[in-house]
């Protein structure tokens, strides 16, 4: 073991200790770097948007001068910016109403297009398949053993359960028609599609979760302790 | 009219931004209202920050039992923004760039040896609380249950080394369920969901969505 | 209540502990695991192995250090191996609290790579905007960044006097955490533009980008530290993804574990209950 000598190895690894403190109880010292966090986290955010994008979108352009009409539209911005201010007002925190609008139009405009051409066309279109892949069927004929051969057998079924899983999904979610007989019972293969998504989402959750457990294990262990970690 | 103005402000913008797909004399005015965009995107972060300082000053001053937590909040504000925005980068002392925010900086070394440590810190507890959570709450009591509990269960095996060490077969099994059961319930979710974001975007810009420009 | 009842309610401290040594075990004793590939890892290093030498690459870096445990690793091998075949890398980020953590990563690689800024690379930074940027940087990468991240016209650094638009560029890599990232790089450009598109994602969203992977939206994917592994060993590097290995395969076994043990115990304590 060979404790760091290093000033911000330590102070990071007390603010490290500081928030694994909760896990224990809340408590001040937890309290204490959590809202400290935050004041980082604000005055970074603050720092980074006025350095990354006011500065080089709006303030330098302007104080560069005009070199031709469409500098006098920096007009509308500076406008709307005000206005979003007037949120602080509350007698005329109505006005923040324009840019907010502005912003939600924006928003919206781009997210029909973005979803039905990058969702809507393009998922279905990859779905219409084969019902039978013929490289699985290759596939199987190069498996060895039985658990290859088990697998081959899936992967043959593959663009049949795509099909179906698709299918079966989508009428579970349509619920202007009751889940009663045939559409009752074809929801029911959807929800079981669900839940194998399900489970691999939570499986791959977990994974997620440990890595960043992991890192700061790797952190505490090796710089700020010193032992001889695993590389 | 406090109402009728943004919502006709918000047709106007969403309309050019779906008519910029399909109509290319449209593109210059949608690129210009993207620039702007951005700014307000920009200034509206920019006036969040502000109110948590303010809601921060509101404990300091009525004295709640935060309020020493508050200051502390407030205090990391001022300097990040004091090192970030107001020092120049020309700002050297005793060997320290105390200006600017590009590395090497003292607010990029704050950034670096104290957020970034305490964000991978908090989001690492959610390790130990899926943990806790599966022993507690991952109870399988119906064939749905079971389903996800196995999938999570060769999922969880199938991706790390041990999976194939347990069976050579596993990884295998693994990445079938990723690319045809998960495969097709994710895409069925993603139509769904593209249709709703659809229609609710159509609502938006036909003005039949008001309720973020709020009450009278 | 008998030690069944008791040990089916056991303090979720007591879990803590039992997940903090099974990941640390691995972490100070070295065991060495094999890892295979996945075709998607496969197809990821494959589409970068067919670049033509000194491409320009697209390189959205969204992310933050909530996630730089998973992420860190795959940009590292990424920038490894872009700058084997000598590829020109345009970076940026859309995640407001990301631009300190990525041009740390890119500066650390590109001292061990020998890489000049300006010519090899750039960082342009942090743009606030999401999705309005996607679409506007697809036409006008100088007039969304007319600074780099340290201030500098966009215009003055070699590199950008050679690419403008993302059609001057032959891929894009990006590295994401969530939103936004991959799904909307997708939906606002990847279908817009005939460029290739890698993703490198957080385990979270990896399942969800699995149509896109299939439909050929996404030419290879990167899931979570697990990718992460997979990816190295391709590339040949060992870095902390594959050191990691061992230590995520014990957290798993626990966690497998617990969830078993919390089955088996419900289920006793329930017929105990029951034929009471």
């Known amino acids: 073991m060979n404790i760091s000598t290093e000033v911000w190895i330590w102070v990071s690894a007390l603010l490290t200790l500081a928030i694994y403190s909760y896990l224990y109880r809340d408590n001040p010292v937890y309290k204490f770097a959590e809202y400290l966090f935050v004041g980082l986290a604000a005055g970074y955010y603050f720092t980074i948007y006025y350095r990354n994008t006011l500065i080089p979108n709006l303030i330098d352009p302007i104080l560069a001068g005009p070199k031709d009409l469409n500098y006098f539209w920096y007009i509308v911005p500076i406008g709307l910016s005000i206005l979003l201010l007037s949120r602080f007002v509350p007698s005329i925190s109505w006005l923040s109403r324009w840019p907010i609008g502005f912003m939600v139009g924006a928003f919206a405009g781009l997210a029909i297009i973005g979803n039905a051409q990058g969702d809507l066309i393009s998922q279905v279109q990859a779905n219409l398949l084969p019902l039978v892949d013929p490289d699985s069927v290759t596939g199987f004929n190069n498996a060895s053993g039985i658990g290859g051969k088990l697998l081959g057998i899936l992967w043959m079924f593959g663009n049949i359960l795509l099909i179906v899983g698709l299918i079966t999904t989508l009428i579970f979610f349509f619920f202007s028609l009751e889940h009663k007989g045939p559409v009752g019972a074809t929801a029911k293969v959807g929800v079981y599609f669900l839940m194998l998504s399900f489970g691999a989402s939570f499986g791959f959750t977990v994974m997620s979760r440990i890595s960043l457990l992991l890192e700061r294990l790797r952190f505490l262990y090796g710089d700020w302790l010193g032992f001889t970690i695993v590389r | ?216 | ?276």
């Open chain 2, 1 to 216: 009219m406090r109402r009728e103005i943004p919502i006709l402000i918000t047709i106007v913008i969403g309309w050019v931004m779906v008519m910029d797909f399909f109509f290319p004399p449209v593109s210059s005015v949608a690129t210009r209202m993207r620039d702007w965009t951005l700014i307000l995107i920009a200034i509206s972060q920019m006036l969040g920050v502000a109110n948590v300082a303010r809601i921060n000053l509101d404990k300091v001053s009525r004295k709640h039992p935060d309020a020493p937590y508050a200051m502390v909040l407030l205090l990391a504000i001022v300097l990040m923004i004091a090192f970030g925005v107001f020092l120049p980068k020309s700002a050297t002392i005793g060997g320290l760039t105390w200006g600017g925010h590009e590395g090497g900086s003292v607010f990029d070394k704050v950034y670096n040896q104290m957020y970034v440590p305490m964000q991978g810190t908090m989001f690492s507890l959610l390790a130990f609380f899926i943990a806790s959570a599966a022993y507690r709450a991952f109870k399988i009591r119906s064939p749905e249950a079971t389903i996800l509990g196995v999938t999570a269960v060769i999922i969880m095996i199938g991706q790390v080394p041990i999976g194939s060490l347990l069976w050579d077969g596993m990884p295998g099994l693994s990445a079938w369920i990723m690319n045809v059961p998960n495969l097709a319930a994710k895409r069925a979710i993603l139509i769904g969901a593209a249709l709703g974001a659809i229609a609710t975007g159509m609502k938006v810009i036909l003005g039949l969505e008001r309720n973020y420009v709020g009450g009278e």
């Open chain 3, 1 to 276: 209540m008998d030690w069944m009842q008791r040990l089916e309610k056991l303090d979720r401290r007591i879990i803590f502990v039992i997940m903090l040594i099974a990941v640390s075990i691995p972490v100070l004793v070295r065991l060495d695991m094999p890892i295979p590939s996945s075709k998607e890892v496969d197809d990821y290093y494959e589409t970068i192995e067919k670049l033509p030498d000194g491409s320009v690459v697209f390189f959205p870096a969204d992310f933050d250090p909530g996630s730089v445990a998973e992420l860190e690793p795959m940009m590292r091998s990424a920038l490894t191996h872009l700058w084997r075949k000598n590829c020109k890398i345009v970076c940026f980020t859309l995640w407001d609290t990301g631009p300190g953590i990525v041009d740390a990563i890119l500066r650390d690689m590109a001292g061990k790579m020998n890489k000049e800024y300006g010519t090899d690379y750039v960082f342009l930074g942090f743009k606030a905007g999401r999705e309005v940027i996607m679409v506007q940087i697809a036409n006008s990468i100088s007039g969304v960044f007319p600074q780099d991240y340290s201030g500098k016209p966009t215009k003055d650094l070699p590199l950008m006097q050679q690419v403008d638009k993302l059609t001057d560029t032959k891929l894009i890599v990006n590295i994401s955490a969530g939103y936004p990232g991959t799904k909307e790089w997708v939906q606002q450009v990847r279908t817009r533009y005939a460029v290739p598109m890698l993703s490198g994602c957080t385990g979270v969203s990896a399942p969800e980008y699995y149509p896109y992977y299939q439909s050929g939206q996404l030419s290879g994917l990167l899931g979570g530290l697990g990718g992460a592994a997979k990816y190295e060993a391709r590339v040949g590097v060992k870095g902390d993804a594959t050191a990691g290995m061992p230590a995520q395969s014990m957290g798993h076994l626990a966690v497998i574990a617990l969830i078993l043990m919390g089955n088996v115990l419900y289920v006793v304590n329930k017929k105990k209950a029951g034929a009471r």
